[in-house]
């Protein structure tokens, strides 16, 4: 069986959606199933406005419509809403080819924080992009009931894994700080609300892994923190080993690996209580969520690392994996023989009703 994966995000990007469709794959091959990406390293790209380290690609739309002839895959999932997700389902739309889609990324959320756009704008688009499909894929309860009542149909459920081998906990400390350590790992930008951490009154030291458009930014503004920039593999795991407690300040992730990654080393998660964390972190056992920051990190400091890990372990990347290609399998044999409804796209159009 062979599945092409459409997406916008990928390397050198470093964030979840790449770090999910890689461990996706991954697994899937360890399974018999095979994966290829129709990704932008195939295109010539633009870096994106606002955010110039990632880069748009800007394919024709025939190269996408030639791709996807010459892969020959039994099915198409696309997981982002970008250009390239945009052209392929396109051509799915046009030539009758069932796909599914997943959604990642909160972009009304993160449009409105850098323009003045409504959120309902941005969600009548999305929710006509996921529509189309023939089932979206969704990480977690919350998000589900959530995109549920904004309209969106046919949804699935999608978690997601970790590398337990990897990120464990080590007897290291690789930060030349006073402790305790409270740690942020993720992309430095305005959408995932770093500052909410940044501003704590807390003991010890602050510190923060992870790089974007808001980081030289945010480095000056906050002299007594430290930011160690992207870290990868080992020297990333070495880094969570090394902190005491996890702070994941975002109010737009729909999951958040790196509550995963943190709690199979060892660390509390102290969150907020919002889509996401909410189904993720058992507060009090292995993190705390609470509007109040910073005394939800104060009281990680009271909890076991080894009941943070055992959590952890409850998620691989296998399952997931397994969890996705049913998805698909699942979805696109159901429309194609299920009747298309009343008013649904025909051959060659390429718009469905919201």
């Known amino acids: 069986m062979k599945i092409l994966i459409a997406t916008d995000a990928w390397r050198p990007q470093v964030n979840g959606v790449v770090r999910s469709l890689e461990q996706t794959a991954a697994a899937a091959s360890r399974q018999g199933v095979e994966i290829e990406f129709l990704a932008p390293d195939r295109f010539w790209s633009v870096p994106m406005p606002s955010y110039p380290e990632i880069r748009l690609a800007m394919p024709p739309l025939g190269a996408i419509e030639r791709h996807i002839e010459a892969e020959k895959p039994d099915y198409v999932h696309i997981a982002t809403e970008g250009p390239i997700g945009l052209l392929t389902r396109r051509v799915c739309l046009k030539k009758g080819r069932p796909f599914t889609t997943s959604y990642h990324t909160r972009f009304p959320e993160y449009l409105a924080a850098r323009v003045p756009v409504p959120l309902d704008w941005s969600y009548r688009w999305i929710r006509r992009f996921h529509n189309a499909g023939a089932g979206t894929m969704v990480s977690t309860p919350a998000l589900e009931r959530e995109l549920a009542g904004r309209g969106f149909k046919r949804l699935m459920r999608w978690s997601r894994g970790v590398d337990a081998e990897l990120y464990r906990p080590r007897p290291v400390r690789v930060f030349d700080l006073p402790g305790p350590i409270f740690l942020y790992v993720g992309r430095v930008a305005v959408e995932k609300n770093i500052e909410a951490f940044l501003g704590l009154k807390l003991p010890g030291s602050k510190v923060v892994v992870g ?111 397994r969890q996705f290609v049913a998805n698909v399998v699942e979805a696109c044999g159901r429309a194609k023989t299920t009747p298309a409804p009343s008013g649904a796209v025909k051959q060659g159009q390429t718009r469905l009703p919201a």
């Not at 964390?277 to 009090?284: A, E, F, L, N």
């Not at 939800?296 to 943070?308: H, I, Q, R, T």
């Open 211 to 321: 790089s974007g458009p808001a980081f030289e930014m945010l480095r000056s503004r906050y002299p007594d923190v430290h930011f160690a920039g992207m870290l990868e593999g080992e020297d990333l795991a070495k880094a969570y080993a090394s902190a005491d407690v996890f702070v994941f300040p975002s109010l737009t992730d729909t999951f958040g690996i790196v509550l995963l990654e943190a709690m199979a080393s060892g660390l509390p998660v102290a969150a907020f209580p919002v889509t996401g964390p909410i189904d993720v972190i058992s507060t009090g056992k292995t993190g705390i969520l609470d509007n109040d920051l910073a005394l939800a990190a104060l009281a990680c400091l009271e909890l076991k690392p080894a009941d943070a890990r055992a959590e952890a372990l409850k998620y691989s990347w296998d399952a997931c994996a």
